[in-house]
């Protein structure tokens, strides 16, 4: 295939991303996986789709930058909706769900014995996470009175960690074999693996090592969940500010702060750039770079021009 239908390709995956129910952003830590999220969904919000952001662990970044208040499901901005899932609460509805009464669901959920078990289990939060994740993307959701989403974004964790939840379904159902656990485990997986409904977002630094985690995420995607890496963010590229005539002037200038600042600011932008050309050249994904934002705290507003980005390429 040649580049120029390559790069196609990839344009037409980027543009579709927001058609499917659910979009994974992960990375490396630090690279700003809950900024892309959070511009993502108000790119989504504003397409008019009912858009949820999911964050795992109790975490609240995204609803700290852009007004939300709680775990549960939020209305952050119209059409635009976060929720912290924390796993106990999905252990809780899923056993509301799976048992014939409430009462044994409640002696289950109040037994130490079954809190130690759950606890010990390998892989189990991951897989109750990803279950409400699931659950989130359904028309017919279980939880009573509440409406579908059109779109759910999960801001997933660090990209290892990840990975590991995308492909938690498929591992408790080979374990189980069979019976409920193996039956659901293979109607979550079902959606988690088919490209027509789940989408992935790599977020990255243009430095060489979140650049090296987002390509073996790119290797790793296919043989443990089946999908490929649909889109690559670059987040925070520095403007090249300087030519070369600018950069002779600052060698040959005078020692002092302000020059050797701004020879620091084009090293680490001339950097940038060779890494994020070595991104291109090897990724397999369309990749979009978002402006470094320079800010001790982000809000809505500041997310805003990342948001008008994304929707360039979405």
Known sequence: MSATAAAARGARAAAGLLDRPLVVVTGKGGVGKSTVAAALGLAAARRGLRTIIAEVARRDDVSRVLGGTGVHEDELAPNLHHISIDPEEAMEEYLVDQLPSRALADVLLSSRGFGYLAAATPGLRELLTVGKVWELAQDDRRTPGARPYDLVVLDAPATGHGVAILSAPRTFADAALMGRVARQGRVIDAMLSDPAQTGVVAVARAEEMPVNETLALQDALPATVGLELDLVVANGVLPDRFTAADVRALEA??????????????????????????????ARAPVVTLPFVSAPVLDAARIEPLARALERVL
């Open 253 to 282: 200038a005078p020692p002092s702060a302000p020059v050797r600042s701004a020879l620091v600011a084009h090293r680490r932008a001339r950097a940038q750039r060779a890494q994020l050309a070595r991104l291109r050249r090897t």
